[in-house]
């Protein structure tokens, strides 16, 4: 039986609703409307059988498949709320509030458990960042990160700790997703002089100098962000700092760190300067893609080598997204850019699509690996809010735009477990749809009154970069790195600037006349005796070949200024003066 179509959770001023997914985009009957705008967060469980929401007054829970609600709580003030993996616990998180007398607050994160309804333990959790405990998969361990130490709990037995990491200042950390054994990667940030690090470990082998599984050290990093790959064997470290010392950039320094669990690490060399927008491991696990560098921004994907395999060339992008099965990327531009998507085979590395989601502030991959999100939501827009369905072909298939009057505040996917919908082949030819497509409105550049009436010049801003596969073709060497491409092409460079000089000096050589309507028919070594004379020759050559550049220039459309076309009139005059001064030699 094949799986349903993945619901669509819509949140904003019109209420809380549920659409279905495509073909139909429909509003669905799993629960009615939540109408008014009290509602401030919903969530599914990881298999997308659960779905839980506040009101302003509780929180329910239901089962979408049969409809039903399950439990009912008193929170209304809870802003958070997530399932475990295996749906046994809700987790719900409200503010920190202390007394005015200065006495502690009442604890603010709750575990209920689903099959009675019972809350299992309260927590203190008085920041909102990192505030849901981690969960391994088959939720036999669950982690928490408490005044600088992690606590592990296991079997959802809250009452005893069962271990503790302990490092001096441990500011974050990641559980790895999959079976056992568990790991899990800490970072504890620098202080006077010494390095922040990331460590490595394998739960639960803790003690020792020589405990830890990996660790890689880096000095510049006021935050990082870890990502471990789906088969827990490697995490990627963005490594990020407030401020660039070099005043090149405002958004702070970035560098990007491989860290495996069999100890190695590595920094990946990103070929361009720049911040590094965003970095996704595919789900095989054995390739990544960062973009980077200063607009337009670079794309490219690694391999665990951190060796480069194919490089998407420059354009105007900072986000990149792979699909469920990880066979097709989606480098888009969003925020301040014009939000540009690029979709793209990545087993045959081929250009699929090049749709346009304009003042998208949201995107997501719909679960079966075909179907894309993208919508404009408040409070980072105000206005135009509204979200479309799109195939990857390209073909908007579903629109919705929120009335002038109301706002999107969030719209999400139900989630379904891995393997429940087929890897299909993927088509180039754009799927059919009712929706009528809107051509994006193209800015032309502005151009002052003066050039309006002349023709353009096709001259760019930035040249833009091509696709090119960076794998070592068979027979071919392995590939040059980049200080030895710089090399090679410098060296290029010097031979061809001496072909050149021989090709100039070779019809001086030649018996037979060269023609007289260029410059280069001149002796270039004879001499007249008189230092005066030939430094009038060498004079008059230096102009011409000034004005050979000038009309080489001209020819590509270049428009030339007053006194350069004037040099170019004098041509016929320093040509007759030069002939004078050599045949007078």
């Known amino acids: 039986m094949?799986?349903?179509?993945?619901?669509?959770?819509?949140?904003?001023?019109?209420?809380?609703?549920?659409?279905?997914?495509?073909?139909?985009?429909?509003?669905?009957?799993?629960?009615?409307?939540?109408?008014?705008?009290?509602?401030?967060?919903?969530?599914?469980?990881?298999?997308?059988?659960?779905?839980?929401?506040?009101?302003?007054?509780?929180?329910?829970?239901?089962?979408?498949?049969?409809?039903?609600?399950?439990?009912?709580?008193?929170?209304?003030?809870?802003?958070?709320?997530?399932?475990?993996?295996?749906?046994?616990?809700?987790?719900?998180?409200?503010?920190?509030?202390?007394?005015?007398?200065?006495?502690?607050?009442?604890?603010?994160?709750?575990?209920?458990?689903?099959?009675?309804?019972?809350?299992?333990?309260?927590?203190?959790?008085?920041?909102?960042?990192n505030w849901c405990p981690s969960w391994s998969e088959d939720e036999t361990l669950c982690a928490r990160n408490v005044n600088n130490e992690v606590h592990f709990f296991e079997n959802n037995n809250f009452n005893t700790i069962a271990n503790k990491l302990h490092l001096k200042k441990i500011n974050d950390f990641v559980l790895s997703p999959g079976p056992q054994p568990y790991k899990v990667a800490v970072y504890v940030p620098g202080s006077k002089g010494a390095p922040s690090f990331v460590r490595l470990y394998q739960y639960p082998n803790f003690d020792g100098p020589h405990a830890a599984l990996a660790n890689k050290s880096f000095f510049k990093a006021d935050k990082v962000t870890m990502l471990w790959n789906k088969k827990a064997t490697a995490v990627l470290v963005i490594a990020s700092t407030e401020v660039d010392k070099t005043g090149a950039s405002y958004y702070g320094e970035q560098t990007l760190h491989y860290i495996a669990t069999n100890g190695e690490s590595a920094v990946v060399q990103l070929p361009k300067n720049g911040p590094i927008y965003d970095v996704v491991w595919n789900s095989s696990s054995t390739e990544f893609c960062a973009v980077y560098g200063f607009m337009p921004a670079k794309a490219t994907i690694f391999n665990l080598k951190c060796d480069p395999v194919f490089d998407f060339g420059t354009g105007p992008r900072n986000a990149a997204y792979y699909s469920p099965h990880g066979h097709i990327l989606v480098l888009a531009g969003f925020g301040n850019l014009r939000g540009q998507m690029e979709v793209w085979d990545v087993k045959n590395y081929k250009l699929i699509s090049k749709p346009v989601a304009s003042d998208s502030t949201y995107f997501a991959w719909c679960p079966d690996g075909e179907h894309i999100l993208t919508a404009t939501c408040a409070p980072r827009l105000r206005v135009n809010n509204g979200y479309k369905i799109w195939h990857y072909t390209g073909s908007v298939l579903h629109k919705y735009d929120v009335p002038s009057n109301a706002e999107l505040?969030?719209?999400?996917?139900?989630?379904?477990?891995?393997?429940?919908?087929?890897?299909?082949?993927?088509?180039?030819?754009?799927?059919?749809?009712?929706?009528?497509?809107?051509?994006?409105?193209?800015?032309?550049?502005?151009?002052?009154?003066?050039?309006?009436?002349?023709?353009?010049?096709?001259?760019?801003?930035?040249?833009?970069?091509?696709?090119?596969?960076?794998?070592?073709?068979?027979?071919?060497?392995?590939?040059?790195?980049?200080?030895?491409?710089?090399?090679?092409?410098?060296?290029?460079?010097?031979?061809?600037?001496?072909?050149?000089?021989?090709?100039?000096?070779?019809?001086?050589?030649?018996?037979?006349?060269?023609?007289?309507?260029?410059?280069?028919?001149?002796?270039?070594?004879?001499?007249?005796?008189?230092?005066?004379?030939?430094?009038?020759?060498?004079?008059?050559?230096?102009?011409?070949?000034?004005?050979?550049?000038?009309?080489?220039?001209?020819?590509?459309?270049?428009?030339?200024?007053?006194?350069?076309?004037?040099?170019?009139?004098?041509?016929?005059?320093?040509?007759?003066?030069?002939?004078?001064?050599?045949?007078?030699?």
């Open 409 to 585: 505040w969030q719209v999400s996917w139900q989630p379904f477990l891995d393997g429940i919908f087929p890897e299909k082949s993927i088509t180039y030819q754009a799927v059919p749809s009712d929706v009528p497509s809107e051509e994006p409105k193209v800015a032309t550049a502005y151009r002052p009154p003066a050039l309006r009436n002349k023709p353009v010049t096709n001259s760019k801003l930035h040249e833009e970069e091509p696709p090119q596969n960076m794998k070592p073709q068979p027979g071919n060497e392995k590939p040059l790195s980049k200080t030895a491409l710089k090399n090679q092409r410098k060296h290029e460079a010097k031979k061809a600037a001496k072909q050149e000089a021989r090709s100039d000096k070779s019809p001086d050589m030649a018996p037979s006349p060269a023609p007289q309507n260029t410059p280069r028919n001149t002796v270039s070594h004879s001499t007249s005796g008189d230092p005066e004379i030939d430094k009038k020759i060498k004079n008059l050559k230096k102009k011409l070949k000034a004005i050979e550049q000038l009309k080489e220039q001209a020819a590509t459309g270049k428009q030339l200024e007053k006194n350069q076309l004037e040099k170019i009139q004098k041509e016929k005059a320093l040509l007759q003066e030069l002939e004078d001064l050599e045949l007078g030699i």
């Open 2 to 129: 094949a799986p349903s179509a993945p619901l669509l959770t819509v949140r904003g001023s019109e209420g809380l609703y549920l659409v279905n997914g495509p073909p139909h985009f429909t509003e669905s009957t799993v629960f009615p409307r939540e109408s008014g705008k009290n509602c401030k967060a919903y969530t599914f469980s990881k298999d997308g059988t659960l779905f839980a929401w506040g009101n302003g007054e509780r929180i329910n829970v239901i089962n979408v498949t049969t409809k039903e609600l399950l439990h009912s709580f008193d929170l209304p003030k809870a802003v958070c709320l997530e399932f475990s993996p295996k749906n046994t616990i809700l987790a719900t998180w409200q503010p920190y509030t202390t007394s005015k007398d200065g006495a502690a607050g009442i604890p603010n994160l709750q575990l209920y458990d689903m099959k009675t309804g019972t809350c299992l333990k309260s927590f203190i959790q008085k920041k909102m960042q």
